[in-house]
DNA sequence: TAAATAAAATGATTCATGTCATTATTGGTA
DNA sequence: TACCAATAATGACATGAATCATTTTATTTA
């Protein structure tokens, strides 16, 4: 992995569902059992910070929002899409809220497999749990980069990121629909909505990028990319 | 654990050794057999980030910041005390290396745990794994924290964080040797030296803490607290 | 004890970015 | 088509905190 997870502060977490192929049948079958798949449109709230973690959800199908909040303010902490397991870090009985609340971008659904038969199954399997160390410690990596772009970046490389990050991980396409708004990405990027009016703006006037609508094309990567690194 | 853990922005993890408890007599002499008893200096390197992660650290005692760099900046993650375990997120293949950088900030020891036998370890015992789940959820969690504060609150709050960390779990007395100097407190606290002396001078002004020498003492808890809440 | 070095303190200045106020544009819908 | 609400855009301004330059104080070393 080497240190370029410092390079992007956009989080996205890659395939984690693999780690059920880990599982007897016997297993399987108990999850399957106990699981149910719940559907949520744009803008529904999957899961609620500080409330009671009944289930682990398995995103299967949309984008969510991972995001911690107080009061009166909002921090993204990833965004996923479907493949994902979140709640994790709720396993633990001690700790059994959901420390983060998780918000639909796009129409999603999940599977919410019951907490206790996925405990279960981790205390008694070693290889699943493993396998679950692994997905928390990559997590915890992606989490170090975002954190470390956030406090050293400043907004341009901040905002790069974010473009890029959606280009390629998400629509893994250099000319992609932007679904969100200029407010939600300024909530992405850790800044205020003026500013990601005003970067974008700056980045369509030098040529970085250009958009027609809502469909954003990345014009000059190479530029684009120096400055999500340079900051 | 409720929404406690957006208070603070020091992150300083409780003891985890406790998980050695779950091992087998043979497999803690496996462990004991392939661990090697290392001391530092204030200031040493413990581990470099980028750096092949041969060994789980199992810190004995000391004092040492986790912290990732690039070539120009640094950003601490958080600082562990005696008990704790450092080096898991490395514990699986494919990320074998340290994802960040670990230095003595007293003098310290620590265990160096062999990281295959460990990695075997936690393959083979899932109540071990499941331990292992915990610690590393614990962390995540706390990073949060640290990570909310870090963006939503200004130097007064962060600071306060700080100062009432040390005192709170490091030091664990309202009165207490402040070691670090300012500019070791403001890496911790992410802003610049200056700031941190600006901001320390009124809080002596206001009859917040007061310092003698190197010995610091929180005079008005309340109201540090209160700074550190509302950032 | 003096000299050298490091740490702390202070003030002036700069800068990035947020906030606020206002206007323009877009998209949905009555 | 016209209206309304949401979103986007723009400019003026405020502000928190970094940077830079300099001085004072403390600590180490010769």
Known sequence: MGNNFLHNSCTVSLTQTQCFDLLSAEEMQEIEE????????????????????????????????????NFKETLILKILSSGNLIGLPSLFE???VFPYSVLAYEDSSAKLIDINVFRKIVKNNAKFAYKIIEILSANTIQLYGRFFCFEKKQSYGRLADIILCLSGYIYKSKKFELLLSRKELAELAGMS?????RIMKKFKDEGLISENGKTVKIINYDLLSKISQHG
């Open 94 to 96: 001690e700790n059994n």
């Open 193 to 197: 909505t003026e500013s990601v009016i």
């Open 34 to 69: 106990n699981l149910v798949e719940v559907s949520y449109k744009k803008g529904e709230t999957i899961a609620k910070q500080g409330s009671f973690a009944a289930y682990i959800i398995c995103l299967s199908k949309g984008l969510v929002r991972i995001y911690v909040e």
